[in-house]
Structure formats: structure tokens, C-alpha cells
């Protein structure tokens, strides 16, 4: 992905969901894509597959295998849809046909890409949904007559249903009770990883995706504020927003940080965390940072890393800016 | 007659293939017994499979028909008929006097209508019937009606029940499809002159504009009923005959004398005066019929008054009638008032099969009468509906049509007479003439009573008469030989022969 | 006295167009709630637990059994006595994306409760709403959107403002964090939990997350194949 | 404080502005705004017929029938000899009278029914929907001869057969799609409120239900318009020569071949009618309340 | 399921009272003395007043109605239709006659309107704001706005007469139902095209069909095994309706191609008061019209899986 913007016209003027994106997800690897509620990662997990809707305007470029998708016809975008890139959408009661049976649907996978009979693919239907903990029998029943888990899973198993070379999984385990989500997770990630294919999971539970994940994009407000190994991300986080975010883990003490995530029809000027930040600086309030190398591979957009300094939690820095922002990019020292 | 269909039989035997004849009707035939009235079209299929005692020939002169010969009484209230010999139903059976006894007895319905005077049908002998009724009648010209046909007595089963008809006339009965078609194949064993066709198909078609398109497509050879805004257009079509000819049937207003403001002659007059039957001819009726001026006789029929005086419109003076009765326009609406009321009068349609000339004959009256000052009000409604209105006298005109049915046949008069309790007219003279022309048997008197009848309602208008109807049949390609005749119900198919190309 | 007492409950589902087949979602479950106590729910996915939060509420007609609500059987609240529960007994959805009406801006889904039960004066609305939406975290420009425009987190608190606008006694809380990112889930949940001390709500918090259940609730119910199999 | 009033008036402003919006939508939608203008047309044809009508729609020129469209008579004549084209124009106040009367007073009336049906379900559903039964097998000509006699010709007479006999086919319509919708979670998550049903019914059903409503409205009209007519031949209201479309058109059949334009006016009079009510139709539809993308997103 | 059908079949009965009663006593407050009326339809004008009294006698026309509802009621209980008041034939035969030709011509109407709404209606949506949506929309709203007896008589012309392809009239062979079905069925066509077009559209618009274009389905399967089963609901119910319009109300098109048809039958009856021939009927109709909505409100549960009858939860 190249400095993907999506924006959706609205009443009120455009909603930038997505801004200036540059991703790559690479062969084999599976990327978590964790952040705040509504700072697009859904948005950006659709715009791959160019299924937002009408009122979306998708610019940049977003290239799969060396095919630029955003420029393809309708018609051929079709090909790479289900079989090539797959996805697990976020809100399963409204994705799931309410007048076809689950098995049904699942089937309907097999017999379109895989040419399948009517009995055959049923039977892998049943299967899939065995393997996802539903039992087979279950799929002549209705999306209405599921729990909310359970249509989890029955999305999952369309997911992986065709075993794509890059599966898009949006919060593929929520909702689920702790034991089904390893299970489940575990599935996902060996089949990814049986088939070297490649994987974006979108997902809010760190834990998850500390253990799952090559590497860890972060999102805040539309745009990408970190991204870098997982290990690195989650031990050595270099946004503050990241730092906050793992901090408000049940298990690390639930802290909250005050004031709301800004509305993406007008973010803030300059870095967008910066209202709720604790190591704010002056500049970040004016100015607009950009997403660059921390160290190899980690790349955060923070003015405080910029200069190499690690945060402390603690300490309070009380840096300033020597240049402006631009010049900043020639500068090679960089910590690790 | 025979004479003159004697060159068209040769024509036949030249003509080449079957000689189906198929015919476009309006209506089924619902029934095929005596104990009801054919009704509609049905009357057209029952002129071919059953025959009167009397009949009448295409320009409505009275032939013998079943009878050879008949004779009255001086008083005329007994009638004895001279059967044909040698007649045999469709069946075999014999035609006898048993059979008319069996025609017209008690449980025809004509007895309870029309032939209550009669009161005995007996058999004198094998082939003599006597009548004998309650008062003078011309009772042949009743006789001619094909609704009133004779039958076979085997046309019913052991315990009374209708089983097919049995007729003696030029075509059998063969089967029927209940609203689609109703087959007759030739009668060979027909007492009169042979029929040249071998089968006549009637195919039953309600709509009147399909029927006209299937005569143009040639899926019939022949349709009746041919709406009069399609026979200028049909006649200049190649192939397409049009057959027209004056019938008995006239179309008039018929006023509800009891009630104000038509109690008044002049009133009456005033209509009479306003309307120009002629335009109603020319301009609704695309110069089909005959402008009948009040006459109530058609030139065709009977005792028809060649002579008599017929209304020329003349506007000024339905005004000034309308006037001298007290309807004067004081306020300049253009709408005639009288003690403050204004002539606001009701003009009753019926929905039924009329209506396609009817709506726009009355469109025609009611804005001719609104230049008098009259403001008339026209209500479409079906027969029951009318039928209310009219047995409560809550109307005040009636667009009729059809109580002349047929050829010369006296109870016509009988529309007005003040014991019929549909007329809304009471006129004692009126009565009196009427009851006299019904019991005069001498053709003579007749017709100077009939006459008298005639001027009487031109001159006191119980009704205006207005356009005396023509019957247009039209016929395809192939049919020849066809005469059209006066007599409406009645279609004549012995000449008819096929050359199909 | 319990503020909520359910006994024995019991709710099947039919389903099957010609022939019939019973599913029993909830099988006899009694339990009790204090006033201020929050009971948590667990179990595994498809236990009955969303089933057994809506038929404490009586929105799925239960197969048997009682719900005791201040001590009086719900099952025979008619007119505006049950009017009356809608804003004492409330719910907070599991699937936030199909409770929406799809046809509602997001300011009518939160302001309907309160014109429906005239919570507040028609002229204070606005600023209710406003209250409301920034209690959970999201800005007022969501407000004139459709629920099809907004993200899940978004719909999910949406939902949840919603119910919080009508100040309930008691809240079955099916999952309502589940589609929140671990920093708005605190402060969603500090929320509840505020609101509780100073209100004295009462919950059935049902959730997956043993860490989130434990710091929620006082009491903790196991259920498996729609029995509760034990209180922790 | 005075940040509460702050936000308050902003909320207020976006509030209003967004009341404003909708109404932006709605003239941007181009065939809306078609549909009202060709709406307003009729309604401006059926206010000053009179001064727009060239000639007097009932003078009789029987020397002058059945004239092709000329300078003169731009619709031609009738079989009279009556103008067409003011006939046409005064038609549309009785045509357009008893079409929109009819199909606003049964819309409502069965829709309303339909919803009660559908979402109360049990004896009351029962009891409607064999009602509808009743009323869609009862022959309707049996129903006009009944009022014809009953209540005489008029105006109201066949607005009040019309209504009786129409009112089942949007019962039924929604009914079918009350069934559905009553399952749908919004639904279950709006009875949480405990509001009424009639308020469910009112904000979450109907505004879901009413795509079928508006579209067979919207055509209805014109088989209304025709069907008054047939009516007018069973003394039922409208009685000639009064103009009305549907009786013109039928006045005109026999000329079908001959004189085409005795029908083609008035027909073309109906289907400009319907074409006005279906674009202002989908322009409703649009407007109550479908977001903006649930659009189909092929392109 | 079950349960269900065999209550609706008990309400059968409940319509047919509902109907049958409903028509007779409206068949009296039709203006007109009955006796009368059919008096005249059985003699001719030749009336006399004593034919109308002995006919009111015979048929029992004097009994007050209710009388005369329950005795029919009674009559037919024991499967008796009486006999025509007019024709004296038998109403059964009768009706049993001309009803498989009604059935016929409102199965192959709706048939075709159901050809030419459906992929008019799907058209329009999947092309939205297309010149092809708006031809089809154009083409719809005049088919509409054309009355019965107008396009029948211009089919007529057109394909019977100019291009002489079939019969003008008849009832009988496959070809005699082109030009009536055609009639019918494209003016009923209007409505369910564009009830399948608003419906589609919508439907189109849920999450679950982009999820299923987002499962590389090309746009043939997301519409057939997706999106229509869904859009069809509304369509169902609009052309069970239409059936049972069909059933007694295509008068116009009966007679203008000669068909052999109940509507004509019965419309005939109405206006000759032929009470025992309009029961019939009204009868005959009203249990087929019951059975079309029973059937529709069969495929409503069949299509939709949320729509239970038996158990409200
Ligand atoms: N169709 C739309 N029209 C307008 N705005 C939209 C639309 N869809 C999404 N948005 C906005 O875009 C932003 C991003 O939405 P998105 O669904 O991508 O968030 P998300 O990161 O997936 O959040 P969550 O974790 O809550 O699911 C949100 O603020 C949302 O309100
Ligand atoms: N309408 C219905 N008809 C038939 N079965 C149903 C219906 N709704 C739910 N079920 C079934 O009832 C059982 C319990 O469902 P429920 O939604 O209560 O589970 P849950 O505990 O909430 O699960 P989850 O944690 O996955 O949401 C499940 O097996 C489900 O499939
Ligand atoms: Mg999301
Ligand atoms: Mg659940």
C-alpha cells in the first residue's frame, strides 16, 4: 500500500478514515493491525478489496503480487476477491445472508471457486465448520438461530474457506470465550502459515496479537502511528498512543487516558495524538509529524523519537525542537 | 324464393372446397328451449335449427312458414293452421300437430306473456291446430317470432328434461362449447330448399372490434353486429362486403309523462322540436339508419304511414313551446326555470349492449337541449338499476332501443299504453286506439288505425322517435350469395355458398 | 432484597418449517441480584448466555420459569407498568451493527429513549445527547450519521449511550466491550463502574474476558449447555 | 457554563443544518425535482383549467368531429366535436382528484392495517388478512352496483368504492414485510425500550417497510384513474360528458384505428400523471432516510 | 408448519361464509327488484307482471334473505350450486366448465409477467440510473398507465391482423393464450418490476452482499444465490395478489378475446341476478383466492427462515 487515502463524502463533509497509508504486508507474514475504535482499520481492511461503500473515495495505490488493484476494472477485481485475498469481516450478524443457511453459504464458496458438487461441498462445509467448533449439523440452521460466537466462527470459516493468499481477518475472535479464541487463532494463523500465505489481523486484544503477529501496525485517528516487529512494538513502544494503549490492559492496571479519540472530519492540526498525549511537545501541536525508521524496521510517527530519545514513562521530557520537521529526515542517527 | 336462388346453387357446385361457413356472433346461446326467451345473438342460431308456423320473407312480408295455409274465425278469436306435410325433425320424428300443441303449451313461457289470451293449442287433425283465444287477435304475425319457434316434443327425455334441441330447420344441431362456438351441420333432410353449406360454425366473440378484426383476418366469414364507425372502413376494404338493410328496431327517448316537466305536451314538443334526428344519423351514427323525426314505425315495417308528418327541427320554436309552458331563462344562466326551479331533467342510459351508441346519442341530445335552456343530467346504469328507477317513475327520460323487435307486430303500441306499468303515459285516447288496432283482424282498418297511432305520437310525443336502426352484416371473401334480410333476428343463410381461394 | 431474582428460567428455541426441532438455549436457571452488585456471565460461546440476558428481559417470551423484579413476576407487567420496566431494566446488545435501526440517525437512536420516556424537557435534549455520546468517548460528528457509516466501537457505544440515557436499575451487558480497543474499553467499563457506585445500578455483565469479568463483577456464574454450572 | 451554551448552540446549528441538508438531497435529486415540477404542471392545469382551456370542454361541434390535432384544436376532436385538449385539461381535476384522494386515503388505511397485522400477529393478523381474503375475492362490480344504488352517483361514491376495493393490496404488501422485519435485531432492541408497539410500528417498521408502499402507490394512480371509469358505466360517479381521462379514453376505443388520438390524449394525460408521481416517489423513497452509501457499489 | 395449514384451510371456510354472505347481501341492495331483472333476462321485454310473481315464487325470491343466504348455505352443505336462476343450468357443471380456462390464462399471466418483471426489475437495479434503467422504468410506467382494453385491442391488431402471428379470439390451442396472457401479464408486469427493482436495490445495499462480492462471487451468483431470494419477498406477495385478481377480475381481457372465462361468467350473473350463479361463483373464487394467499404466506416462511407462524418467540 502507497499513501492510501480513503475518504468518505458525508452530509458534513469528507471523513478522512485513512490517511497517507504505506503498508506492506509481505509474503508469509502475518501483520497485526491494532488501534484505537474508528481510526480505520476496517476501512483500510475493505479499501484492499475495494468493497467500502458508495460514498468512499479511494486514492493511492495498493498493490497485490505486482497488480495494482485500484486500477482494475470491476469485473477483474473479482478474481482477486475470496480466492486470492480473503476477509473475515468485523460484524458477522449483518454479513451473514439471514435466508440462506450457514452451511449453504459456506458451500457456496466450494462449488463457485472450486467447482464442486452440491453434496461434496456440503460435506466440506460441514467440515470447516467442525474445525472452527460448530458442529456440522448446525448448518442447516439460519444466521438468526446462532449466537454471536458462533456466527464469529462461521465467518472465520468462510475466511479460510479458501485458504487465500492474503487474508484480511477483522477481529476474528471477539466474542469468544478464551479457550475457542486460542483455538481459533491457532487455526487461522497455521493454515496462514501451512499455505505461506500472508495475513492483516486487525484485532484490539494486544495479548492476541503479541503471540500471532510477525509485526504490528499501530493506528490512530486514520493514520499509521507505528509499525514495527512485534516484539519490538509491544516491549518497546515508540508512540505514546501505543504506550497508553498497552497500559490500559485489565492486566496492566486499566489506566485510562483522559479525552476521546479526535473526529476524522477535522482531526487536530499537527500530530493527532497530541491532545491526549503525555509527552507533548509544542511543535506537536502545529506541526504534523511523519512516519519514519525508527530503528531497522520500526517506524513511528513522533516527534519525541525523532531525536532518538526513548521515552521514559515517567520523566516528562522537556525537549524542543531544534529544526523543523522536514529537515529532521536527514538525520541518521538513530537509536535502537 | 326459389327462384331466385336457383342460379347461386350452380355457383356452389362450381366452387371449389368445404363449405364450412364460420359466423362472428356477440352472445352464446344460453338456452335452446322454450320454456326462455333466446336472448341476444341466440335468436340468429335459432333461425337455422328451429322454424315458426309463419314467416316472413326479407322485406317483412308475411310467408307460410311450418303452416301451409290459415284461417280465422270471423271474431277472430279462433285461428286454425294448415300444417306443412312431410316435414321431419332433426331427430327422424315426425312434424305434426302435436308438436305445436307441445310448442305452445302451457309450459312455453309465450303463454304466460304475449299468447295469454290464448286459450286452448289443441290438434283438430294429424296436420290441423286451432287456437282459440280470449279475444280478437291477428295471432300469425305474433307467430313469426323465432323466440317462439316450434320444437320437437323429443327434444325432452322421459321425465321432462331438456336434452338437445330438435328443430326442423335447414341445419342440425351439433355440439356446442360453452362461449366459444356452437357447430350446425346441413339438415339433408330438409323440407324447403336445400342449404348449399354443409356446416355453419357461430363463434361466440362479445367484443365487437375483435369480431370486426377476425372477419379481416378471415378467421370468420361472417360477422353481424358491425359497429357503424367500421363500416366505412370495411367497405372500402378489398374482399369485405357490406350487407345493410332498414330493420324494425328505432331508438327513442321515451319521457316520464307523469311527472313534471315532461307532463306537459310541450314540453315534449319542445324536445321534439330541438333535436335533429337526421345529425344524429349523420354525425353519431356515421349515416347508418334513418332518421326517424318521431315517426315510430320504420319505413320497412308494416303499416308504416309513408305519409306522415315527422319533425324538422327548429330551435325558435322548441324555445317558444318550452316558453308558452313556463320554462323561461329569467336569469341568463342559459337554464330555462319555472317558479324559481330550474329545468333540470335526468336522462337515463343503459350499460348494457346499447351503450356504444347510446353514450354518444345522448351526449348529442343533452347538448341540444341545453341551447333550449334544458339542463339534462345522463346516468349510465344497469338494467336493474333501471329498471327501479323506472318502476318508481324516478326518471324523467329513458335512451331506449329494441321494443320493436320484429316485423309487423301490433303489441308494439303497447310501449305507451297506460296498462303497461312501465309507459308513465295515461292518455285514454291513446288506449283506446291502441286496444282497437290489437283486436282488428281487417288489414284495412288496421292500417288506418295503425296510422292514427303513428300521427298520435308524433303529435303528443309519449316518446320522440329517433333514429330507425339498419342491421349491417358484413361478410369476407369467400361467402356469396347472401341477401340481407329486414328482419333482424333472422339471418338467411340459403343462399349462401363458399369459393375459398 | 434482590433487585433480581430469577428462578428455574427456562427458554427453547422451535425451529424446523415442517418438522420440528427444540434447542434448549437456557435450561433452568435460577439466580439473584442485589441492588449495586454486578453478577458476570461466562461460558462458552453458544452456552445460552445472550439468550438467557434477553429473556430475564422478557424480550424473548420465556418457555418457563420466573423473573422476579423488585419482587414482582414481570411476565405479568402489562401496559405502563411494563412501559415503566423499559426504563429500569435495559439491555446493552451483543451485535451493535444489526440493533441500529438502520433507517435512524445515530442523535434519534440516543434520543429516542428519552423522548419515549420524557426523560428530559424537549429544549434540554440536544444537550443530552451531546452528554451522552461524550461519556462514551465519541465525538459529536457521529451524531447525524447512519449506523451503516460508523465502525463497529462506534456503534458498539452508541449503544451503550443509548441505554445509559435512560438511567436503568439494572443492565444485562451482553459483551459491550467486545469491539473496543483496550483503551476505550477502560474507560468504557471505569464508566460503568462509576456509574454503579454512584447510582447504584445493578449488572449481568456477560463478557469473555476473564481479566475484564473479574475486575467487573462481584459474583460469577459459569454457564454450559444453558445451565449455570457454578458461581465463583 | 458558557462552553454549555457553546455547545449546545453548535449542536443546535449542525442540527438545523442538517434538517437543511435533507432538503439539499432532495433538490439535488434530479428526478425528484422532475416529479414535483411535473406534479405542480398538473396541479396548475387542474386550478386554472378554465383560463387554460381554449375551448369550452362540453361544446358540441358535430360538423367538426373527429378532427386530427390542428393550430385550432391541438389535441384534436372528439366524436363530438369536442376539444380534446381542454376536455384533457379540465379532465385533470376530476382524474387527478380521484387518484390522489384514493390512493393517499388507501395507502394509509391499508399500510396501517398491514402493520397492525403483520407485527401483532395471532387473532388480529388472522382476522385482517381474511378480511383482505374477503374483499380481493369479493367481486368490486358487485360492490359499485351496491353503492351506485345505495349512494347515487357523485364524486364521493367512487372515491369510497375505489377505497374499499384497493385497500388490501397494501395490507398485504406490508404485512409480508412487517413479518420480516419484526424479527430483525433493531427491532428486539427497540421493544427493550418498551415503548408501545404503535411506536415501534410508527419509527422502526414502517419507515422500513414503505419502499413497496411508495412504488405501488405511485402506479396505483393510474389504474384508479382507469378504474374509476369503468365505473362511471355503472352509474358510479363520474357520469358524461363530464371529462375524465378514463372515460375518454374508453369513449375513444371504437376510433382506435380511425381516429387514434381520441385515445392517445388522455392516455398520454395517465401516463404523464404516473411518470410525475413515480419520480417525486423515488425521490421520497431516497429521502426517508436511506444513507447515502448503502448504494450498490458497482461502478 | 403443519398446524398452520391446517388452520388456514379452517379459515377457508371462514372466507367463503365471509364472501358468499357479503355478496348476497349485497346482491340485494343492488338496486333492482331480482325477480324482475331476472325475469327479464329469462322472457325478454315481454314481461308481465304475473311471469315476475310466479318466477319470485318458483325461486324462492320471496323469503327474506337471510332466509335465502342460509338456504343456500344449507344446499350447499350437501355440494348442491342449485341451478341458474336464468339458464336453469347447472352452476357446478357450469362453473366447473369455464374455470380451467380462467386458471389457465392466470397461470400463463402471471408466468408472463413474472418473464418480463423479473429481469426488468433486476435489470434496472443491477444498472441503476442507467439509460437501461430508465427504459425499463419508461417502458413499465407506460404498460401501467395503458388500459387492459386499450393494449389488448392494439395487440390484436398488431399481431393478428398487421403480422398475422395469432388467433385473434378463442380459447383452445397454445397460441390462443399469447395475446390475452400478454395483455394481462404486461400490465401487472409494471408494478412487480418495479416492487423487484425498489426491493433489489435495497437488499443490494446490505453488508451481506458486499460480503459476498467480497468472496470473489461475480455479480450473476451474488444476484441469483444472494441477493433475489431476499428481494423476492414483496414480488411474492404482489403476485399472489395478482393471481387472485386474475382469478375474478379479467373481465375485459375475457371478452375482448373471446375467452371462455368465470370473470365474464360471473360479471354477466351480477347484472342478471343470477344469485345462485354469482354464489357459485364468488365461491369458487374465494377458495382459490384463499389458496393463493395460503401459498404465499407458505413461501414467505420458505424464503425468509425468520418468519415462524406456529410460535411467536
Ligand atoms: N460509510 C461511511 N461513511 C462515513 N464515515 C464512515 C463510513 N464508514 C466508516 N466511517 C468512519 O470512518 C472511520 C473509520 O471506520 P472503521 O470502520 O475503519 O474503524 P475501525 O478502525 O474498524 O474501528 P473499530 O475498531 O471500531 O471497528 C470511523 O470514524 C467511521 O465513523
Ligand atoms: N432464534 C434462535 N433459534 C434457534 N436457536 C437459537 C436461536 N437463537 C439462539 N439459538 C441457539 O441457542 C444457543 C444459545 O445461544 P446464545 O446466543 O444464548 O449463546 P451465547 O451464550 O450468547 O453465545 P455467544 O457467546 O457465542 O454469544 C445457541 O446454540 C444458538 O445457536
Ligand atoms: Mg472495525
Ligand atoms: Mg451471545
Known sequence: MEDLNVTFKTSKGPVRANEGISLEIREGEILGLIGETGCGKTTLGKAILRLLSGNAKIEGKIVYRDTDLLSLPEKEMRFFRGKEIGIMFQNPSACLNPVLSTGRQIAEIYRYHEGMGKKEAEEKAGEILELVGINSLRGHDYPHQFSGGMLQRVMVAIGLALSPGLLIADEPTKGLDTDTKLQIAELIAGLVRRENASMLLITHDLELAGSFVDRIAVMYAGEIVEVGKTAEVISNPKHPYTLDLLHSLPGSGFRTVSGQAPGLLSPPQGCRYHPRCSFRLEVCSQVHPALRGFCDEHLTRCFLSEKGRRKETAARPSLTLQSAPSGVEKEGAWNC | IDEETEGTAEGAEAGEGSQDLVVGVGTDVSSWYLDMFASGDARFVWAQVYETLVRLDSDLNVIPGLAESWESSDDGKTWIFHLRENVTFHDGTPFNADSVVFSYSNQSYVRQAVLRPVQSVEALDDHTVQFVLAKPMPLPFYLTHIAWPVMGPSCLDAEGNFVKPVGTGPFKFDTQAKDQEIVLTKNEAYWGEQPLLDKVTFKVIPEAATRVIALETGEVDMIIKVPEYDVARLEAEEGIQIHRKLTTFTDFLQFNCEKSPFDDTRVRQSVAYAIDTETLVNEVLEGIGEPAGGRAYSPVMMYSDPDLETYTPDLDKAKDLLEEAGWKDADGDGIAEKDGEPLHVTLIVSKGVWAARHNPMAQVVQGTLREVGMDVEIQVLDEGAISKLESAGDFDMILRSGYFVWGPYPRHFFVHHSGNPYSHYNNETYDQLVDEADMTLDSQEQEELYHSLQAFVTEEVPAFYLVHEEKVVATGPAVNGYVISSEDPWLNLSGIYLERT | MELLKVEDLKKYYYSGLFKKEVRKAVDGVSFEIERGETLGLVGKSGCGKSTLGRTVLRLLEPTSGRVLFTGQDISGFKGSALKNLGTRMQIIFQNPESCLNPKMKVYEAIVEPLRLHRLCKRDEERERVQELIETVSLSEELLFRYPGELSGGQLQRIAIARVLGMKPEFIVADEPTSMLDPLVQAQILSLLKSLQENYGISFLFISHDTEVVKWMSDEIAVMEEGKIIDFR | MTDLIERTVRTEKAYLAEKRLSFGEFRKNRLAVSGILLIAVLCVLALFAPKLAPHDPLAQRLDSRLLSPSLEYPFGTDELGRCIFSRVIYGTRISLGIGLLVVAVTSIAGTSLGLLSGYRGGVLDEAIMRGVDIVMAFPNIILALVIAGLMGPGFSSVVFALVFTQWPAYARLVRGQVLSLRKRAFVEAARALRPSSFYIMRKHILPNCMEPVIVLGTLEIAHVIIFASALSFLGLGIQPPVPEWGSMLKAGIPYLRTAPHLTFFPGLMIIFTVFAFNFAGDGLRDNLGQPADQEVLSR | ?313
Not at chain 5, 120 to 128: E, I, P, Q, S
Not at chain 5, 298 to 306: F, G, K, T, W
Open chain 5, 1 to 313: 408448519m403443519w398446524r398452520y395449514i391446517a388452520k388456514r384451510l379452517a379459515m377457508v371456510s371462514v372466507v367463503i361464509a365471509g364472501v358468499t354472505l357479503v355478496a348476497f347481501s349485497a346482491m340485494y341492495l343492488a338496486p333492482g327488484d331480482p325477480a324482475e331483472v331476472i325475469a327479464l333476462a329469462r322472457y325478454g321485454d315481454d314481461l308481465s307482471t304475473s311471469q315476475i310473481e310466479t318466477l319470485r315464487e318458483a325461486e324462492g325470491l320471496d323469503a327474506p334473505v337471510h332466509m335465502q343466504y342460509l338456504i343456500w348455505m344449507g344446499h350447499l352443505l350437501r355440494l348442491d350450486f342449485g341451478k341458474s336462476l336464468v339458464t336453469s343450468e347447472d352452476v357446478l357443471s357450469e362453473i366447473l366448465q369455464k374455470l380451467p380456462a380462467t386458471v389457465e390464462l392466470a397461470i400463463v399471466s402471471l408466468l408472463v409477467s413474472l418473464l418480463i418483471a423479473l429481469p426488468a426489475g433486476v435489470l434496472g437495479a443491477l444498472r441503476k440510473n442507467t439509460l437501461l434503467d430508465s427504459g425499463c422504468m419508461f417502458v413499465s410506467l407506460v404498460g401501467v398507465s395503458i388500459p387492459n382494453f386499450w393494449l389488448g385491442l392494439l395487440l390484436i391488431w398488431l399481431f393478428a391482423l398487421i403480422l398475422p402471428l395469432f388467433p385473434s379470439f378463442g380459447y383452445g390451442s397454445l397460441e390462443h393464450f399469447v395475446l390475452p396472457a400478454l395483455t394481462l401479464g404486461s400490465s401487472m408486469a409494471a408494478v412487480t418490476a418495479r416492487l423487484t427493482r425498489a426491493s433489489l436495490l435495497e437488499v443490494l445495499g446490505q453488508e451481506y452482499i458486499v460480503a459476498a462480492r467480497a468472496r470473489g462471487f461475480d455479480e450473476r451468483t451474488v444476484l441469483f444465490r444472494h441477493a433475489l431470494k431476499n428481494a423476492l419477498l414483496p414480488v411474492i406477495t404482489f403476485a399472489g395478489m395478482q393471481f387472485g385478481y386474475l382469478l375474478g377480475g379479467a373481465v375485459i381481457v375475457e371478452s375482448i378475446f373471446s375467452w371462455p372465462g368465470i370473470g365474464k361468467l360471473l360479471v354477466d350473473s351480477i347484472f342478471a341476478r343470477d344469485f345462485s350463479m354469482v354464489q357459485g361463483c364468488v365461491l369458487f373464487i374465494a377458495v382459490l383466492f384463499s389458496f393463493s394467499s395460503l401459498v404465499v404466506d407458505i413461501l414467505y416462511a420458505v424464503l425468509d427462515p425468520r418468519i415462524r407462524y406456529d410460535r411467536s418467540d
